[in-house]
């Protein structure tokens, strides 16, 4: 037995695994060799690449128990800066002496089992050397569990704590193991990284794909060696690699590679002899950060004595920007900002002292200050704004930037706190506004890591909201609830709270706006407490006692939730019985454009939002444009993974016809991350107010004193709460909000009377002018930076990887501006002397911007830099040098500037990559190759071409047929050179345009050079070269130009200026000459009538060949000179054809006619020879409509039965003609069942006649616009360009001609425009231009007529011939067309049409629908029952051209017909009434009692209109009227209205005018009387005795009421009585607006009383007393009921033994609503004997 338990032992001994961690054993040392390197690059072969490589020898000697000593011996520190592999790495000595001084003393390390402890280090040892220390270490860090040789944990290491799997490989039998090792460095517990800059970037933990643009990962593999006691690390090897993909694409990723290498040279038998000296604890193996964040990536800079390199920095920044130097100048900005950083607070007090008195230095030191976010720079900032160092608006521009740049800390927040009780901040407004939202922003980014935000920071904000609250201040309500928002912190939900009545009572009394902030304020705090946000704004959302545009940004904010499923049902179902539209419609459209979005961090809400809207009524997707909406425009790509969604709230209020609230956002989405980038809302109410007539004193009428003591009969009535004129909007710039402003009527009297002294706004015009008088003259410079981003990560070798993005704007201006006006301004100045004044103005101004992009991928320490850095540059510089004079009176203006001198780059854009490598030793001596190798690259020269062969040749984008005005001597050129060699390609081509008589040239240069050939991805698209400008060049000429003229003639001496420029280089010519017909010379000086003759000759010639050809011409686009713009009609072919040309228009009109009298479609011999022409066959559709049975000639007979429209709605509506309006040919009605070249319809001809020939207008109008430009010689005529305008206006029709040639010279080129009102349904234009006009055309023609009985309107545009540029832009449209129509959901189809023809057709199905067809050459795209925005006030088969007003044009009728279809109007006739919001309901009145059918009910109470039934006749009713001191009666006696002002009989037939302040008519009209008081907010009262209409004014929205509504559009709320409460029928909603009278006094005898029900009643399970809500229609004491109705009322009910009575004070219209009863109501009575006293 002993003997099998001995064996069993050593059997368990040999089976397990021998001790794999390294030893080092005491009294040993062990000597190791050490390289390390770190490449930056593209993966591509051949691409230059930057990189630093380390090596030296190692010396580790165990000490103690776990201590062990690390000795650095002989480091070499190398830099490669080439092309790999070719170019060997370059020894960097003085480097190597830096690195090596650190190297010097021995570090020592805990070390146990494999695992690395505590790092100690000589006390000054920079953490560079240390960080060094820890990647070396890192090689010998292993974990080995000693039961498993496969096995995964999280290890500790110099990137962190991360991922780590391990292999293990034993070879017992050589004493040998292998270990492998690799980390996954994106799945990390605890990673060691360090970002700046991006606090607004939201990172998606939820998101169901983890994309990241950045991916690294680490091999180790250790060579391990079993000795006596425990194992030896004989090598350790390591690679490094991360992948960093910009764009996120799989093959467009830069990559960094870093390796180490550790190899068993030799082990001595004596330990290390260091030196006994201090070390310090450096902490464990994690990377440190620390001297990496203040070295900024740009050019190193060696600092000894910072405030000298700062005066020296920034006296050369201001040289370089005086010189122009942009470039330079942001380069040493940034300098200055990295400066700052590092000096003390003394030490910028100093150099404050040194420049603040010098402007060009004060500017650039502000905006560096503030970039730079130190400490100390945000100190002295505060320092300066405490001593009033700063004005007004530079404190303004400077504190925003620096709360956005500060880094926060505990002693930044101290500061910024000291700002918010700063005196000098709290009495500027503006400066206050923008240090509480900076402040919240610094509290925001502060606590952004912190799962618990320290109170006393979010304690300043509290207190101002309690302060705010208690005082009842709103401005201060809303900046706290803003700056509180802005730090986002859960902390503050409970005072959030108090701000919402829904959760807080006191809140009620609080202005709507301020609700609306406290919920706005949730947002950020979603990010982190969604789930507690989640249930506040859903609890805000379903309270429908708030205000909707409260409720609608409880939507939003709980959208941004993103909430589950549940909740997302549970709102669509609230919608279901939602009382307020304006919230259903918000609401829908918010589901509905998450549904359809693509965004991958949304994809649950969106599917969440696709199930919940399929729950909802489709009906809410109709409502009008009153309701408010969510406007959704975004895109994502998931091959880059990045996208964007811009979003439009637009929240409608009950009280306006346009959105009161508008919030648009745009939103960016890049891999995993999400950025609010801007957000804009607008917000206004009671605007209408500040356009009114305000001086009517509505207040002391007898009108306002009445509905005073009629709103105390009606039981709970309340006006509405007054508001003030207000608008108020902010801006959030990445999530933050940075500004608001709330501009009052208050706010716009202070702003005057602070800058003039005054409210009256005329002093203001006058001192602006006198300011401007003086002149404007100083140079002004902005520089910003505008982003610095940082992404800082360990290597495995100890160096830091930095990816960064930083840039710089600059924008400049130097103006000189000279302005002398006469007569000089009267001390009473009116703005309308202005008109009469003449004004000399001189002015040179040069703006200039500038912005720099820096994106840098590579090593950045205090002592070296290796990477990639990728530069873009835009600027844009522009000179304007003029003169001016500008004659008022005369109606004429002259500018003057010189020509071209000197070379201008206007706008150019740049990028470039390098490879970099800079040192701290040699800064002078910075490495920088190109990506790309150097190769040889052809010049291209900057001088025009010759016309090549292939810019000849047709089709090509050069144009021969150009202006020799412009073009004299004019040249153009183009050269494009594609040069290949090994690894890059060259591209280059340059666009000139030589204008000789302007002296000028402008061309466009464009270079580059990529790496695109070698992989097609974004990031070596950027890779490389790239130029991009525009330049201004002056041309040499043999007569130089003194100056460039532009004069522009209005009004009657138009004409004269025209002759006076052709007159000028005629000397001979005899001055009498000049006024003898006037007209014939316009015409010869313009040369029009050469237009004219050739258009003439082009006709005759056409009819000649009609007159000899048989076939018709099908296609007019073939002729290569087009002279007519005509539509191949086959009525005007055919008449041609048969060679009738003089009869042809007679015989048309009579074949017509004879149509029109038989009653049946008869198209005659030439139309139907026309047809068989064009068409071979005719569809089996056409044959549906049209007869078999033929006439005598052979035509076909379409019959016009009752079967007709039935067959049209079953045929596609692109098969439909269109029918112009005036064009009356039954026969067009058939089908367009085979469209082919002659498909257009005889509306073309119009456009052929009218066009291609037009009459000269000349010839009867003088022109009303002048305009030359010309460029004035020393020793010649001048030459250029001159234009002039003629216009002929009449009722019916008018036309307007452009006419544009040279002023010299024997040039034929010109350009003819052309349009005109044909009549009231056709509109026509045209474009021509070249050799008189003949050889480019474009014409439009827009007509209304039907298409398929339905009233439609055509837009045509046809082109015979144009430029190749306007094809090849065409083209490229019509490629995009099928596309851009499949995604808009329009349906498509392959007809051949016009090969030079575009008709758009539109029709009208009903006031909100209508149907589009768009004709293309070869594609039809269409749709139907597309939604309008807005109602038109049509129907169908009723077409446009028979609405009234025939002398009206039908376009701008249009728009007043949609107007006047907007306004609200509520009528009356007989039972039914239909309200403004367009309910329609019966009520009968009961006989004798007025109703209130509607009122002012704001707070101004203006009119009052009643209404009764007269008892003699229940068809007539008879209304009052009351207006100001104004009361109208109209009322029925006798057969003739009869009219009452006042008690006094009035006649009907003469006008009645008021001479209050508001005006008032009544009028007769019709049958009737019309009553017109527009200042009250009537529009017009028509009353004939049966009818009843009312039309109240736009501004009226939502302050009415009475039995004709709100007019707010919320017509599920359309039954509301006067207390508020919903009745549940027309008839309690009809006899809740009647007037109460004194029943002895009175003809009514009906009084509203509560009721009692009296049956018993159980309730509860116990016998109870119920008693109505509402009063109920009751005869009064003394009559009895003689007709009743029942009606539907809500009851409240008590136990049976309660104390409660209908006699007892308690309001019974307070208490809850528990039952609902039908009961009678009485509605007409029989009185005996009334109480009346005698």
């Not at 990723?253 to 604890?281: G, H, Y």
Request: hydrophobic residues 35%; contains cysteine.
């Amino acid at each position: 037995m002993k003997g099998l338990i001995l064996a069993l032992a050593f059997a368990l001994v040999g089976g397990q695994k021998q001790d794999l961690e390294p030893v080092f054993h005491s009294g040993k040392t062990y000597l190791y060799g050490y390289e390390s390197f770190i490449l930056h690059g593209l993966p591509s072969r051949g691409l230059a690449m930057a990189g630093v490589k380390l090596t030296c020898k190692l010396e580790i000697s165990h000490v103690s128990r776990s201590d062990h000593l690390l000795q650095i011996q002989s480091p070499k520190l190398e830099e490669y800066n080439g092309f790999w592999p070719s170019d060997p790495f370059t020894p960097s000595s003085k480097l190597t002496e830096t690195i090596a001084a650190c190297f010097s003393q021995a570090f020592k390390f805990e070390y146990t089992e494999g695992r690395v402890g505590s790092i100690f280090a000589p006390k000054d040892c920079p953490i560079l050397c240390t960080n060094l220390v820890r990647g070396i270490l890192n090689m010998i860090q292993i974990t080995i569990k000693k039961s498993q040789n496969v096995y995964e944990l999280q290890e500790a290491g110099i990137e962190g704590i991360c991922q780590t799997r391990y292999i293990i490989q034993d070879d017992s039998k050589n004493n040998r193991a292998t270990i492998s090792k690799s980390k996954d460095l994106t799945d990390c517990q605890e990673k060691a990284v360090k970002n700046t800059g991006m606090a607004y970037i939201r990172p998606c933990p939820t998101c169901p794909l983890k994309v990241r643009n950045i991916k690294g990962t680490v091999i180790f593999t250790y060579k391990m060696k079993y000795d006596d006691g425990g194992a030896l690390m004989m090598s350790a090897t390591s690679e490094q690699v991360y992948q960093i993909s910009p764009f996120n694409e799989p093959n467009g990723a830069a990559v960094v590679e870093a390796r180490q290498e550790l190899s068993l040279v030799d082990i001595k038998r004596t330990p290390i002899s260091a030196r006994k000296i201090q070390l310090q604890n450096q902490g464990s193996l994690p990377y440190h950060f620390s001297g990496e964040l203040l070295q900024m990536p740009i050019p190193l800079i060696r600092i000894k004595n910072p405030d000298l390199q700062l005066t020296e920095t920034l006296w050369q920044l201001v040289q370089s920007n005086e010189e122009g130097a942009t470039k330079e100048a942001s380069a040493k900005f940034l300098q200055i900002v990295q400066l700052f950083r590092i000096v003390t607070l003394d030490q910028i007090e100093s150099l404050w002292v040194q420049f603040a008195n010098d402007l060009p230095y004060r500017h650039w030191f502000l905006s560096a200050i503030c970039a730079a976010g130190a400490t100390d720079t945000f100190k002295f900032l505060k320092q300066k704004i405490h001593d009033e160092k700063l004005n007004i608006w530079e404190a303004a521009a400077t504190l925003p930037l620096a709360f956005h740049f500060v880094t926060p800390n505990k002693q930044t927040l101290e500061v910024a706190s000291a700002f918010l009780t700063c005196p000098q901040i709290q009495k500027v407004p503006m400066h206050r506004i923008i240090v509480y939202l900076g402040y919240g922003s610094m509290v925001n980014k502060y606590c952004a890591q912190m799962s618990l935000c320290p109170n006393e920071l979010l304690q300043p904000l509290h207190d101002l909201a309690t302060e705010a609250t208690s005082k009842g201040d709103e401005k201060d309500m809303a900046l706290a609830l803003k700056a509180i928002g802005n730090a986002g912190e859960p902390a503050s939900i409970k005072r959030i709270l108090k701000f919402l009545p829904t959760f807080s009572p006191a809140a009620a009394s609080l202005p709507n706006r301020i609700h609306a902030d406290a919920v706005l304020a949730l947002r950020k705090i979603a990010r982190k407490d969604p789930a507690k946000v989640r249930e506040i704004s859903l609890q805000v959302f379903m309270d429908n006692t708030l205000a909707p545009n409260v409720r609608m940004v409880a939507c939003v904010v709980l959208f941004e939730t993103k909430p589950a499923l549940p909740t997302v049902t549970a709102m669509a179902s609230s919608l279901l019985t939602e009382p307020s539209l304006q919230v259903a419609s918000f609401t829908y459209s918010h589901i509905k454009a998450l549904a359809v979005g693509r965004i991958p961090q949304l994809y649950n809400l969106s599917s969440a939002c696709n199930i919940a809207i399929k729950l909802l009524s489709p009906r809410l997707d109709r409502l009008s444009y009153r309701y408010s909406k969510v406007i959704h425009v975004g895109g994502y790509s998931s091959e880059y993974q990045a996208g964007a969604i811009w979003r439009i709230y637009l929240m409608n209020s009950p009280s306006t016809m346009y959105p009161s609230n508008i919030i648009t956002k745009v939103r960016g989405y890049y891999a995993n991350t999400a950025t609010d980038i801007i957000e804009v809302a607008l917000r206004s109410q009671s605007l209408t107010k500040l356009i009114r007539k305000q001086n009517i004193p509505f207040a002391e009428y007898d009108t306002y004193k009445t509905l005073k003591e009629l709103g105390k009969t009606l039981l709970g009535w309340k006006e509405l709460p007054p508001e003030d004129p207000l608008v108020s909007a902010y801006i959030k710039v990445l999530g933050q909000e940075i500004a608001f402003v709330d501009i009052d009527k208050d706010a716009i009297q202070q702003t005057m009377t602070s800058l003039t002294g005054s409210s009256n706004w005329q002093p203001v015009v006058k001192k602006v002018v006198e300011e401007v008088q003086r002149g404007i003259s100083g140079r002004w410079t902005l520089p910003a930076m505008v982003t610095e981003l940082r992404h800082i990560v360990p290597t495995v070798v100890g160096m830091p990887l930095e990816l960064s993005l930083c840039s710089v704007a600059l924008t400049q201006a130097a103006a000189n501006v000279d302005i002398q006006m006469s007569p000089p301004l009267s001390d009473n100045f009116r703005p309308s002397q202005l008109l009469e004044t003449n004004m000399d103005i001189h002015a040179d101004i040069k703006p200039k911007a500038y912005f720099h992009m820096i994106a840098t991928m590579g090593i950045n320490t205090q002592y070296f830099q290796s990477g990639l850095e990728y530069h873009a540059e835009f600027s844009a510089n522009t000179t304007t040098k003029f003169d001016a004079s500008i004659n008022m009176k005369e109606k004429n203006l002259k500018i003057e500037t010189p020509p071209c001198h000197q070379e201008v780059e206007l706008t150019a854009v740049r990028s470039e990559v390098y490879a970099i490598s800079r040192n701290m030793e040699e800064v002078d001596s910075e490495k920088k190759s190109q990506l790309l190798p150097k190769g040889e690259v052809p010049s291209t020269s900057d001088q025009p071409l010759q016309p090549s062969e292939r810019s000849s040749k047709p089709g090509s984008w050069k144009q021969t047929n150009i202006p020799s005005v412009i073009s004299k001597g004019y040249q153009q050129g183009s050269e494009e050179v594609h040069h290949h060699s090994v690894g890059e390609r060259f591209y280059a081509r340059n666009f000139c345009r030589k204008f000789e008589s302007l002296g000028c040239s402008a061309c466009l240069s464009l270079k580059s050079q990529n790496s695109a050939f070698l992989r097609n991805t974004y990031l070596h698209k950027l890779v490389g070269e790239f130029e991009a400008k525009i330049v201004l060049k002056p041309v040499h000429t043999d007569v130089d130009i003194d100056k460039i003229q532009l004069e522009i003639q209005a009004g009657s001496k138009a004409a004269s200026k025209i002759i006076g420029v052709a007159s000028s280089g005629s000397k001979e010519q005899d001055e009498t000459s000049l006024f003898e017909d006037i007209q014939d010379k316009l015409k010869k000086i313009l040369g029009i009538e050469n237009v004219f003759t050739v258009a003439n000759k082009t006709r005759h010639r056409k009819r000649r060949v009609h007159r000899t050809q048989e076939t018709p011409v099908t296609d007019l686009w073939a002729e290569t000179r087009a002279t007519a713009l005509s539509s191949s009609s086959s009525s005007s072919t055919a008449a041609s054809a048969d060679g009738k040309e003089p009869g042809h228009e007679h015989k048309k009109d009579e074949i017509r006619q004879s149509g029109k009298k038989r009653g049946s479609s008869s198209s005659g011999r030439s139309s139907s020879s026309s047809r068989s022409s064009s068409s071979s066959s005719v569809s089996s559709a056409s044959s549906k409509i049209c007869s078999s049975s033929e006439d005598h000639s052979g035509d076909r007979h379409c019959s016009r039965n009752s079967e007709y429209s039935n067959q049209q709605a079953n045929l596609p509506v692109y098969q439909f003609w269109f029918k112009p309006a005036d064009e009356q040919d039954p026969g067009r009605k058939v089908l367009n069942g085979s469209i082919s070249s002659s498909s257009s319809s005889a509306s073309g001809e119009g456009i052929s006649r009218a066009m291609s020939h037009p009459k000269f207008l000349g010839d009867s109008k003088t022109p009303i616009l002048a305009a030359v430009l010309r460029a004035i010689h020393r020793n010649k005529q001048p030459t250029g360009l001159q234009l002039v305008l003629y216009a002929d206006t009449q009722p019916t029709r008018s036309r307007i001609q452009v006419f544009v040639s040279s002023i010299t010279g024997p040039s034929r080129w010109k350009l003819c425009a052309d349009a005109s009102v044909t009549n009231s349904h056709k509109v026509s234009g045209s474009l021509k231009w070249g050799e008189d006009c003949q050889d480019y055309q474009i014409a439009i023609q827009i007509a209304t007529g039907q298409l398929a009985a339905y009233p439609a309107m055509q837009m045509k545009l046809e082109w015979p011939k144009v430029p190749s540029v306007v094809r090849t832009t065409s083209r490229w449209f019509y490629g995009f067309l099928p596309g851009a129509a499949y995604v808009l959901g329009y349906s498509q189809r392959q007809q051949r049409g016009p090969s030079h023809q575009a008709t758009l057709v539109m029709a009208l199905t009903s006031p909100r629908t209508c149907n589009v067809v768009l004709k293309l050459a070869e594609l039809t795209i269409y749709d139907t029952a597309i939604r309008l925005p807005v109602p038109f006030p049509s129907s169908p088969g009723t077409p446009i051209s028979t609405l009234p007003s025939s002398d009206w044009n039908v376009f701008s009728q249009a728009t007043l017909s949609i107007i006047e279809n907007l306004k609200a109007r509520c009528s009356v006739f007989e039972n039914t009434i239909t309200t403004f919001n367009g309910v329609e309901f019966n009520y009968s009145m009961p006989v004798n009692c007025y109703h209130i059918l509607v009122q002012d009910c704001s707070p101004e109470l203006k009119f009052l209109v009643m209404m009764k039934r007269l008892e003699e006749s229940a068809d007539f009713t008879a209304i009052n009227v009351r207006l100001a001191s104004h009361e109208v009666e109209m009322y029925v006696s006798n057969g003739p209205i009869q009219l009452k002002i006042n008690g006094v009989q009035a006649r009907t037939d003469v006008p009645y005018t008021s001479n209050s302040d508001a005006s008032m008519l009544i009028t007769s009209e019709k049958e009737g009387l019309s009553l017109k008081a527009p200042d009250y907010g009537i529009d017009e009262l028509y009353y004939d005795g049966h009818r009843l209409e009312i039309q109240v004014a736009f501004w009226m929205a939502g302050k009415t009421c009475g039995i004709c509504g709100k007019y707010d559009a919320e017509k599920n709320r359309e039954y509301q009585m006067p207390s508020g409460y919903l009745a549940k029928d027309a008839v309690s909603f009809g006899q809740s607006w009647i007037i109460s009278e004194d029943p002895c006094a009175g003809a009514c005898k009906l009084q509203r009383k509560f009721v009692k029900i009296q049956k018993p009643v159980v309730f509860e399970k116990a016998a109870a007393k119920c008693f109505s809500v509402e009063p109920v229609l009751r005869c009064v004491e003394g009559c009895s009921a003689s007709r009743t109705v029942p009606i539907s009322v809500g009851f409240h009910c008590v136990p049976a033994d309660s104390s409660l009575n209908l006699e007892g004070q308690m309001r019974l219209d307070q208490k809850s609503e528990d039952v609902v009863s039908t009961v009678s109501a009485h509605t007409a009575c029989s009185c005996q004997q009334q109480p009346c006293p005698a």
